[in-house]
């Protein structure tokens, strides 16, 4: 039921009769809706809405990075998935790092960290045939006129650009792009794209093989990128291919919990949830120390067993099946101390991989949307370049930032991340749905590494525990367990709105509390839509922490 003491936000749900459009920039959401009113299907919107992030979020998605689809068909109750990855270039070993003199890390900027192929591209190709409705063409209208003429720079591009001037200073066409005058583009100001417009038009009249992966854009991205020493080459672009794959579930309180599986973090998502099922959640109340101290104790306990285990399932066999177990959540339920936090550094994994290597906490941020059209075709998807402004790198003659996703592949080959060519990394990306009795409930998900297990952790509780609408879900204080930006140590950043005695008290507790502003960027940008089977409304929210909007019609 409701919550009529729910907390009160900045604005309302949206409701809407046919059909709903979720994402961090109101231009992206405006193009959804336009392709759902034309009689295009939830995926035509959400292509449609993805093309123009890539215009209008250049710091987070792009035509050079990875994306992650969840599907819904209407009367099927089936969950389908997508995973449009990339995997490592064939000339992307150890040895090649070794090389160049980086024999511990990849680096993380620059084009020696563009070593894995873009998957978004082929992975819209593989959705619209399937499910598409309108015109492969039509979908990138808005893209390419906005990326021709200009765009608005919103606050989040104002302020990611601002953070980044040293890397994209280093890049002629990076510092071109988006460093006009010498200075970072304001709010409101206009950011030009003409070479990105050419590669959508390509990609527009010639579909995703030829208009990307077979002909002239990959012929550019590889010969700007090899200049810098990247090991991408044509072949990997021709060679690649989106594929469908089984996503993984869990029962929670009479709803299924549909994430990603390996190479993503789903399972973590799915952990946390099982484990929480254990408690009385709505007991502790919104809010609260309880509340609080139990959401990032169960963080810790499954990041422990993600980094022991997460990258491509294809070259480790992950024990998936024990870890998103009821019975192993109940064992692990157990570590947990309601009144005194354990140390993230030392909480050990339930399941061991075997070699001893360091671990690495993952960075990186992203956009997540959703749709869901008039007939009931239900989409949730993500899509990533992985660090803000990916690589850095704009390779000239394309207007495309390529991803550094796989820079986060270790060097050590005792390591169950290990590069290997042609090898998926460990991905963070994971969109959500949650289904009712077969049926879909709610498309959701959100930017923001490590936090995006976290802020499902957080919706599914307000929603399926406290009552609240999907604009309170997504509004209420969060927090973050792990490590923020620039950050060495592991903190529970906790939203200012978060009541003072709840933060002193979870201090007593052991908690690394870390306060940040009343709405923080580094939480990240939620978006969600619920399906109210019994007023017959979709009800859409987008977060107030990014440049979004929830339309519909």
């Given at each position: 039921m409701p919550n009529p003491n729910g907390p009160?936000?900045?604005?309302?749900?949206?409701?809407?009769?046919?059909?709903?459009?979720?994402?961090?920039?109101?231009?992206a959401s405006s193009a959804?809706?336009?392709?759902?009113?034309?009689?295009?299907?939830?995926?035509?919107?959400?292509?449609?809405?993805?093309a123009v992030l890539c215009v209008a979020y250049p710091h987070m998605a792009g035509l050079g990075g990875d994306g992650f689809w969840l599907i819904h068909e209407p009367g099927s109750g089936d969950v389908t998935a997508l995973n449009a990855s990339g995997p490592a270039a064939r000339a992307a070993t150890r040895d090649f790092y070794g090389e160049k003199g980086h024999?511990?890390?990849?680096?993380?900027r620059g084009p020696l960290a563009a070593l894995t192929v873009p998957g978004a591209v082929d992975g819209w190709r593989e959705a619209h045939e399937r499910h598409g409705r309108l015109p492969w063409e039509s979908l990138f209208?808005?893209?390419?006129?906005?990326?021709?003429?200009?765009v608005p720079v919103g606050r989040s591009l104002t302020e990611w650009t601002a953070q980044d001037v040293p890397v994209l200073s280093e890049y002629p066409a990076s510092a071109s792009t988006f460093l006009p005058n010498g200075r970072p583009l304001r709010d409101g100001e206009r950011l030009v794209q003409p070479d990105l417009a050419e590669s959508f038009s390509r990609l527009a009249r010639k579909g995703a093989r030829e208009g990307f992966y077979e002909g002239e854009t990959a012929e550019l991205l590889c010969r700007a990128l090899s200049e810098g020493g990247s090991p991408l080459?044509?072949?990997?672009?021709?060679e690649f291919r989106a594929e469908w794959v089984e996503p993984i579930s869990t029962d929670y309180r009479g709803y299924t919990a549909y994430e990603f599986p390996p190479n993503t973090q789903g399972f973590a998502a799915l952990q946390i949830l099982n484990v929480l099922e254990g408690y009385d959640v709505a007991a502790w109340g919104d809010g609260t120390a309880d509340y609080y101290h139990h959401m990032a104790e169960a963080v810790k306990l499954a990041f422990a067993d993600r980094d022991e285990w997460l990258t491509d399932p294809s070259h480790v066999d992950i024990p998936l099946e024990r870890l998103i177990s009821k019975e192993y959540a109940s064992e692990r339920r157990g570590l947990?101390?309601?009144?005194?936090?354990?140390?993230?550094?030392?909480?050990?994994?339930?399941?061991?991989?075997?070699?001893?290597?360091?671990?690495?906490?993952?960075?990186?941020?992203?956009?997540?949307?959703?749709?869901?059209?008039?007939?009931?075709?239900?989409?949730?998807v993500i899509q990533s370049i992985y660090h803000d402004f990916g690589t850095g790198v704009v390779a000239e003659g394309t207007g495309i930032i390529p991803q550094n996703r796989g820079s986060f592949f270790a060097l050590d080959p005792a390591h169950p991340n290990c590069?290997?060519?042609?090898?998926?990394?460990?991905?963070?990306?994971?969109?959500?749905?949650?289904?009712?009795?077969?049926?879909?409930?709610?498309?959701?998900?959100?930017?923001?590494?490590?936090g995006q297990p976290q802020t499902h952790a957080a919706l599914v509780t307000r929603l399926v525990d406290f009552g609240y609408d999907v604009q309170q879900a997504i509004e209420a204080p969060r927090w973050l367990m792990g490590r923020t930006w620039g950050v060495t140590s592991q903190d529970l950043s906790l939203e200012g709105r978060i009541a003072d005695g709840v933060m002193r008290e979870l201090e007593l507790r052991g908690q690394p509390v870390?306060?940040?502003?009343?709405?923080?960027?580094?939480?990240?940008?939620?978006?969600?839509?619920?399906i109210n089977r019994d007023s017959g409304f979709l009800e859409g929210g987008a977060d107030p922490r990014g440049d979004g909007a929830a339309l519909g019609y």
């Open positions: 009160r936000t900045g604005r309302p749900p949206t409701y809407a009769p046919n059909g709903v459009v979720s994402s961090p920039h109101h231009l959804g809706l336009r392709a759902l009113r034309e009689g295009g299907s939830a995926v035509d919107a959400a292509i449609a809405t993805n024999e511990e890390e990849i680096p993380g209208t808005e893209a390419i006129e906005y990326a021709r003429d200009g080459a044509p072949e990997d672009f021709r947990i101390d309601p009144e005194r936090a354990m140390v993230m550094e030392k909480v050990e994994p339930g399941i061991r991989f075997g070699g001893e290597s360091e671990r690495r906490s993952p960075e990186g941020d992203t956009c997540y949307f959703c749709a869901v059209d008039r007939d009931g075709l239900v989409v949730s590069l290997e060519p042609g090898k998926r990394t460990f991905h963070t990306l994971i969109p959500a749905m949650l289904l009712k009795d077969g049926s879909p409930y709610l498309t959701y998900g959100t930017m923001g590494g490590e870390k306060p940040l502003e009343d709405y923080n960027d580094n939480v990240g940008h939620a978006q969600a839509i619920r």
